[in-house]
């Protein structure tokens, strides 16, 4: 399968603990982007990456949101200190230079009991 | 700032009959516009988009949409409705000639087509 994959699929965590999500874009795509969905709600937007570097960042990203593309391939989006708040779904992105079309991954479900 | 509106919180078709799924924006400048399907815990898919061109763009799995500027919308459309169909369907638009590539989405549409 080429398509964007990511892990986990779905985690469960306590209040206050930190979680990691990664993302492998399409083999090739320099452009990666990760996007919050909650229940009832299109995509929101909170951060795109060209290569490693990351060039956009949405004002939902608080500072307990870190993601990073460190060699410019999958991603990782890091939250700390979970609220009960950030329950979503989590999707990543990615697309190829020259084109706007972004292709979407299952996404990872966190529940923060 | 952009946005996108999607009026309707379901629409209800019957099998082979035509379905619209409405979608208004606005961004400034010149818009590219996306359609996605979203089916029960899935990721989004790719169904069609307008960037430049003709304004009536023809997607995956029959879908086509129309691009119309001075109503600012984006309506998604196909002629014969299947069950299959049933889904929840997501507009996004971003601002075009840019370096920005933040998509904003519309809240969503669940399509129900019933046999």
């Known amino acids: 399968d080429t398509g964007v994959s990511q892990n986990p699929r779905h985690k469960i965590t306590k209040r206050g603990q930190n979680v990691t999500f990664r993302c492998d874009p399409i083999?090739?795509?320099?452009?990666l982007y990760w996007y919050r969905q909650t229940l009832g709600q299109g995509p929101e937007f909170l951060t795109y990456f060209q290569n490693e570097a990351q060039l956009e960042k949405s004002r939902l990203l608080s500072d307990r949101f870190s993601a990073e593309r460190p060699k410019g391939s999958f991603s990782t989006l890091e939250i700390q200190r979970t609220e009960q708040g950030d329950s979503a779904m989590y999707l990543c992105?990615?697309?190829?230079?020259?084109?706007?079309?972004?292709?979407f991954g299952p996404g990872t479900r966190l529940l923060v009991l | 700032a952009q946005s996108v509106a999607q009026p309707e919180d379901q629409v209800n078709v019957a099998e082979g009959n035509p379905l619209t799924v409405k979608c208004t924006y606005s961004?400034?400048?010149?818009?590219?516009l996306f359609w996605y399907v979203q089916y029960p815990n899935r990721g989004l898919q790719f169904l069609l988009k307008y960037i430049t061109g003709d304004n009536l763009v023809k997607g995956s799995y029959g879908f086509e949409a129309e691009f119309n500027k001075s109503q600012t919308s984006f309506h998604l459309k196909k002629p014969s409705a299947l069950v299959s169909d049933s889904a929840l369907y997501f507009c996004?638009?971003?601002?075009?000639?840019?370096?920005?590539?933040?998509?904003?989405f519309g809240s969503g549409t669940r399509l129900q087509v019933q046999p």
């Open positions: 996004a638009v971003r601002q075009g000639d840019t370096g920005r590539r933040a998509l904003t």
């Open positions: 961004v400034s400048g010149n818009p590219y």
């Open positions: 992105a990615s697309s190829a230079d020259l084109e706007e079309t972004q292709y």
């Open positions: 083999s090739e795509h320099n452009r």
